[in-house]
Each structure stands twice: as structure tokens, then as C-alpha cells.
């Protein structure tokens, strides 16, 4: 089997002339993206090995192996956003099965060796689930991204098929999908319900709101003079709080998380009725004006109304955290 040895090889069809990498055979990858995954891949491998070097009883993979896994998932990165999908899962695909196999991925011990491999291991399936999802055009490759995520729960990576945080995962916490009837939750949820409706016409309207990251969001950072009969609101919540403003008829896309050490409470502030805006978490459809989840859950949002809907949101801590933490 012809292996990808140090930073010099070429990543091109040159590299094995018999055999050349299945997701580079039509040039899906520009140049300079396949420069920029050889040295992220070189970093990356570097960075794992130096997160397991102190521990003897970590079990050591040859470097060149390392980096060829490496390689596959920011390769199978670099296509995603190139717009090749079915290119990016097969360079993932590789990558799953190169962590299957690799020593240091499933023989290791607790402490900084696991961490670092589980880390690896749920980015890895992450990226390769996004890449299912866009490879069958707008709707998606549904069942296969479902697979892929049950796949990686076998593989150690999360608990929950349905929740998937990447960076920071803590498997000890309680996970439910949707928290407002928690007793230690109860002050959050009666500040959100004492919240006045905003004047949506006025300032909201103006300058100051962000692109929220999926094309149908957009944010508006809390506290701020625009919006000051929210500061009682921000001032009482221990976590960042902000505005989102969801367009009339859209769809907000299916995401999770980075992190499950965080719940979301939400209400609407645009005096909307309720019914024109929907929010799955997981499998529970949420109802009512204050809603507080856990956003490392799938979840999607969909706006039926005609004008746009206003949120109140705010991070705050999962009760199992402790403060000390």
C-alpha cells in the first residue's frame, strides 16, 4: 500500500501513478487547498503526538500513518468548502477507517492519550456527516448522515446520536433536549418571561446586526444603547446575551453546539404570534414563549410568519457544571 511520507509529497495524481488518491483524481481540489491541508495535517499530527509523548502508557502509531489520517480529514475539510462533497466523504471515509485502526485512537489509556483521540474522533465524523448531508444536493443524503453519526457513537465519540458537540464534550452531564422545567433553571425562565416586547420598527431595523452563520440568522450582541430596555434582562442572566432576527418564511439549518457544557434560553420579543415560529430540538418539538434546551442537540427552526421574528437568547450553564469549573 503506497503511504504519504513526510511534508514534501505531492498530493496529485504524480503521488502513485497506479493508484492515485480517489478524491484528487479530477483536480476537485485547487492547488492551494491542498497546500493549505498538507500543513494543517503536518500541525495536526505534530499536535496529537505531543499531547501523548508524556504518557508511557500511550500506544504509539508510525508517524507517517498519523499523518496520512491527518491528511485525509483536512483534505476531506478542504473539499466541503470547495463545494465537492462526494469527494470530502470519501477522503473522510478514509479517515474514520484510519482512526478505527490506528493504536493511538483505539487503545488509548485515560487522561490527555483519550482526550485527545475522542477529540479527533468526533471532528472527524462531524465533518463527514456535513459532508453527507450536501451530497445529494439541498435536501440531503438524510440516511447516510444518520449511519455516519450512529457510527461514530459505536466508535466512542458521543453518547447521543442526536447530540454531537466537537469541542468540548462532557459525557457526565445529564442530556435532555429541552430544560424549562428544571427546578434550577426556574430564575432564568422568569426573567425571559418578564421581558417587554420590543418596538421591532425602530432600531432593529438599523445597523449593528451580525451574520449569525447559517444565511437565515442574523445577531445583535446585548447589551447595547439600541436596545436598553433589555439591559435589566442581560444584567440579571449570568451568560452573553444577544438578539437573533429570523427573515419571514425561512429556515434556519439543522446544527449543534460545539459544546454541551452550555443550555440556551430563548423567548420571543417581537410581539409575533407564537405559532408562526417553530424550533426542533432532537425529537421534541418545543411550545411556549420561553424555551430553554441544550443547543449540542440537533436542532432546527423554521419562520412561517410575514415579518421578522425576534429573539431574546442567552447562554447559561449547564446545572451539572460546577462554578468552580
Known amino acids: 500500500k503506497k503511504t504519504i511520507k513526510g511534508p514534501s509529497s505531492r498530493l496529485s495524481a504524480e503521488t502513485s501513478a497506479s493508484r492515485p488518491p480517489p478524491y484528487l483524481r479530477q483536480n476537485a481540489l485547487p492547488a492551494a487547498a491542498a497546500a493549505w491541508a498538507r500543513r494543517e495535517a503536518d500541525e495536526a499530527a505534530a499536535a496529537f503526538q505531543d499531547a501523548v509523548k508524556d504518557d508511557a502508557r500511550a500506544a504509539r502509531d508510525r508517524p507517517e500513518r498519523l499523518r496520512e489520517l491527518f491528511l485525509s480529514y483536512k483534505l476531506g475539510f478542504a473539499l466541503q468548502r470547495e463545494?465537492?462533497?462526494?469527494?470530502?466523504?470519501?477522503?473522510?471515509?478514509?479517515?474514520?477507517?484510519?482512526?478505527?485502526?490506528?493504536?493511538?485512537?483505539?487503545?488509548?489509556?485515560?487522561?490527555?492519550?483519550?482526550?485527545?483521540?475522542?477529540?479527533?474522533?468526533?471532528?472527524?465524523?462531524?465533518?463527514?456527516?456535513?459532508?453527507?448531508?450536501?451530497?445529494r444536493g439541498p435536501g440531503g443524503d438524510r440516511w447516510s448522515e444518520v449511519a455516519c453519526h450512529k457510527l461514530a457513537v459505536s466508535r466512542g465519540a458521543w453518547v447521543h446520536w442526536k447530540q454531537r458537540p466537537v469541542d468540548v464534550y462532557d459525557d457526565a452531564l445529564e442530556a435532555r433536549p429541552v430544560w424549562t422545567d428544571k427546578r434550577e433553571l426556574a430564575?432564568?425562565?422568569?426573567?425571559?418571561?418578564?421581558?417587554?416586547?420590543?418596538?421591532?420598527?425602530?432600531?432593529?431595523?438599523?445597523?449593528?446586526?451580525?451574520?449569525?452563520g447559517d444565511g437565515a440568522l442574523e445577531r445583535f450582541a446585548l447589551?447595547?444603547?439600541?436596545?436598553a430596555e433589555l439591559d435589566d434582562v442581560a444584567a440579571a442572566v449570568e451568560g452573553d446575551c444577544w438578539l437573533e432576527r429570523i427573515p419571514p418564511k425561512a429556515r434556519c439549518a439543522t446544527r449543534c453546539a460545539r459544546t454541551n457544557v452550555n443550555l440556551r434560553a430563548e423567548a420571543r420579543v417581537d410581539g409575533g404570534r407564537a405559532e408562526t415560529l417553530s424550533l426542533r430540538i432532537a425529537d421534541v418539538v418545543a411550545n411556549g414563549r420561553v424555551v430553554v434546551f441544550d443547543p449540542s442537540f440537533e436542532h432546527e427552526r423554521w419562520h412561517h410568519g410575514e415579518d421578522f421574528a425576534v429573539l431574546l437568547v442567552c447562554e447559561v450553564a449547564h446545572p451539572g457544571v460546577s462554578p468552580r469549573s
Open 83 to 135: 463545494g465537492a462533497p462526494r469527494e470530502a466523504c470519501s477522503a473522510l471515509a478514509k479517515a474514520a477507517t484510519a482512526a478505527a485502526y490506528a493504536r493511538s485512537f483505539y487503545d488509548a489509556p485515560a487522561g490527555p492519550p483519550v482526550d485527545a483521540a475522542a477529540a479527533w474522533t468526533r471532528k472527524i465524523y462531524h465533518e463527514w456527516g456535513v459532508a453527507l448531508a450536501a451530497a
Open 187 to 212: 430564575a432564568v425562565v422568569k426573567v425571559f418571561e418578564n421581558a417587554r416586547p420590543l418596538s421591532i420598527s425602530g432600531s432593529a431595523a438599523g445597523a449593528g446586526w451580525e451574520d449569525g
Open 223 to 227: 447589551p447595547s444603547p439600541a436596545f
